[in-house]
Every structure is written in structure tokens, then in C-alpha cells.
């Protein structure tokens, strides 16, 4: 799975009622894990042990989980309390009878398109392991492996999604304001918003 290097395969399976029925969660989330996940597998355990890569001071230690689902309803909310009880650094794998999407939580969770499984592959790229880390984590985020200034990226890409979002408001509040005043403030608007995500764009 994922092109992963034998050395740092586990293939252990987790049981999932560790998660849900030990740790502070909700009754959807419960529900999720009973009714959206067939079984939780630790893939690939990525250390120094393991892989021959120093730890630094962010990263000891990089987990790779699939999560083997019953349909392609992806269980965020569950995700999200495995992501939180577990120290090490976490990459998710969904996976479907044919199709799997990889995710990884920074913020938030970012998450790709679902893919052919058999086409599916990561590279382990770094001096260390928290630029292994960033490496993977800009995979999954940017289809990259360039770990380079990975949170200015991150910054930049919440920033033009949020204006993006603005864009639609002030495109939609155009349309329909009647008074001339108005419309040119939006009009102004909309133009200095354009002129930011075209610089942004140019940082990426």
C-alpha cells in the first residue's frame, strides 16, 4: 500500500471500540465508527527505528492508518477523535472495495480526491522526520512533495479560500443592490479582492 518501504510496515489491526468506547465522544460518533468503519489497520509506523531518519523536536514518529470503510461515506468526525488521541503524527487512508483517499490533519483535516488504490503512491521525503511530516502533509494538500515553508502555504491557502468565499458574497450582493453607490463600493471591492488572489496565487 502506497509504495511504502517494507521496513516501516506494521499491518496490525486496532480495535475500534478502543477509540469509542475510552475516550470522550458523542453518540454519532459512536455511530459512525460502528456503522461507516469495517476495521482500523496501522499500516506503516515511519521512526528513526525504522526508517533510519532522525526524529526532530515537532516529530518523533509518523503513523499511517486505513481505515477500511463500509461505503464512501467518509467519517470525519471519527477521524478527527483518532487524529486527537493519538500523540504521533497521523496520515489517514480510507479505503473502499477499489478507491481509497488519503488525509491528514494540520488545523483541520485536509483530504485528497478518492483514487484508484493501485495508483495510490506517497513518497518519503526528508532530512528529518518533521520534513518528512510536511512532505507528506503537502501530498495529501497540494499533490506536491515540497515540504519548503509548508505553513506559509498553508496561511496563503486559507487566506484565498476565504477571499474566494467573499468573492461569491460580494458578487452576489452586486447583483442586487439597486443603489449606484453601493454597487461601485462592491464593484471596488470585488476588484481588490481579484488583485489579492492573483498575488496569492503567484506566491503558491
Known amino acids: 500500500m502506497l509504495n511504502l518501504p517494507s521496513t516501516v510496515l506494521v499491518n496490525r489491526v486496532m480495535p475500534k471500540k ?8 458523542t453518540a454519532a460518533i459512536k455511530e459512525q ?3 461507516q468503519i469495517e476495521r482500523i489497520e496501522m499500516v ?17 514518529e509518523i503513523d499511517v492508518l486505513a481505515l477500511h470503510l463500509k461505503g464512501a461515506n467518509v467519517p470525519y468526525e ?20 477499489e478507491s481509497c483517499k488519503l488525509l491528514v490533519r ?22 528529518t522526520l518533521g520534513e518528512l511530516w510536511d512532505s507528506m502533509a503537502s501530498q495529501v ?18 487566506r484565498s479560500e476565504a477571499l474566494r ?7 452576489r450582493k452586486r447583483k442586487s443592490e ?8 462592491l464593484f471596488d471591492r470585488k476588484r481588490a479582492i481579484e488583485e489579492e488572489l492573483s498575488r496569492l496565487e503567484g506566491e503558491s
Not at 496520515?91 to 473502499?96: D, G, N
Not at 494538500?141 to 486559507?158: M, Q
Request: one cysteine or more.
Open 78 to 97: 471519527a477521524i478527527e477523535l483518532v487524529a486527537r488521541s493519538i500523540p504521533n503524527k497521523l496520515l489517514f487512508v480510507c479505503l473502499t472495495d
Open 44 to 60: 506503516a509506523s515511519i521512526k528513526e527505528a525504522s526508517i533510519h531518519i532522525p526524529g526532530d523536536k515537532d516529530v518523533a
Open 165 to 171: 468565499l467573499e468573492l461569491k458574497q460580494v458578487e
Open 178 to 185: 439597486k443603489q449606484i453607490a453601493k454597487r461601485n463600493a
Open 106 to 127: 494540520r488545523d483541520r483535516l485536509y483530504e485528497t480526491e478518492w483514487m484508484p488504490v493501485d495508483d495510490t503512491k506517497l513518497e518519503l521525503m526528508g532530512s
Open 141 to 158: 494538500i497540494f499533490g506536491d512533495a515540497n515540504s519548503v515553508d509548508l505553513a506559509g502555504r498553508l496561511e496563503r491557502k486559507r
Open 18 to 25: 478502543a477509540f469509542y468506547e475510552h475516550l470522550k465522544t
Open 33 to 35: 465508527f460502528v456503522q
